[in-house]
């Protein structure tokens, strides 16, 4: 099946810093990808979806200026942390769409974000 | 998109077979039913999906009536290792790519 990466698996950083997360399909291109972020105990939360060579498009209440999204390939989009604060540690999940019918999408390992 | 609804928790023994059920009232006519299952983590895995009747494959059934309210998703003969969440969403395309809300999902512990 198809696979997608991410790294780093884990990152910890201090507050104020930048943070950037990279999501892979390693053997399939990918015009779409999602970004989630998760919390201990609670469900997946969609916060972005990531457009190939175009604007990514946020969902309500995720701010675009300290979730930066690029998706500069057909296999790579790239999330980036700006000025970390503790409350954004959590868990952040990337997948892929496979673009066929029946809306199949191909989840990452994850990336354990701690700020200090 | 269409919301579900499903047990927060489930409980089972190894060998027995866990059967669960998802509500979604409002599906659309072009929505697929998928279920996912995450470990901790992890990011989740794909189990099986469909749009209507039975669909069966090396792990798990899917069952869904004519109505489509509903679905359930069935799991032979569990191990501990089935120990985790399952999610039930249900969607097709929208605006030309696929978008997945995931709901509060399943916690099944399957014990001894």
């Known amino acids: 099946g198809a696979v997608v990466s991410q790294h780093p698996s884990w990152v910890i950083c201090k507050s104020g810093t930048s943070v950037k997360i990279e999501c892979r399909s390693l053997d399939f291109q990918a015009t779409t990808m999602f970004w989630y972020r998760q919390f201990p105990k609670q469900s997946l939360m969609l916060m972005a979806t990531s457009n190939e060579g175009s604007k990514a498009t946020y969902e309500q209440g995720v701010e675009k200026d300290k979730f930066l999204i690029n998706h500069a390939s057909l296999t790579l989009s790239t999330l980036t942390v700006t000025s970390a604060h503790p409350e954004d540690s959590s868990f952040y999940i990337c997948?892929?769409?496979?673009?066929?019918?029946?809306?199949?999408?191909?989840f990452g390992p994850g990336t354990r974000l701690t700020v200090l | 998109l269409a919301k579900t609804t499903q047990p927060i928790s489930m409980d089972s023994y190894e060998g027995q077979e866990v059967n669960i059920t998802c509500s979604h009232n409002?599906?659309?006519?072009?929505?697929?039913i998928t279920w996912y299952q995450q470990f901790p983590s992890q990011g989740p895995r794909f189990i099986i999906q469909g749009y209507k009747t039975k669909v069966t494959n090396e792990v798990a059934s899917l069952f869904i009536p004519a109505d489509r309210k509903s679905s359930t998703l069935s799991l032979p003969r569990v191990s501990l290792s089935d120990t985790a969440v399952y999610y039930c969403l249900v969607g097709g395309r929208s605006g030309g790519y696929n978008k997945l809300i995931f709901g509060a999902g399943t916690r099944l512990a399957v014990h001894p």
């Open positions: 409002n599906i659309a006519t072009n929505d697929y």
């Open positions: 997948s892929a769409g496979s673009g066929n019918q029946n809306n199949e999408q191909f």
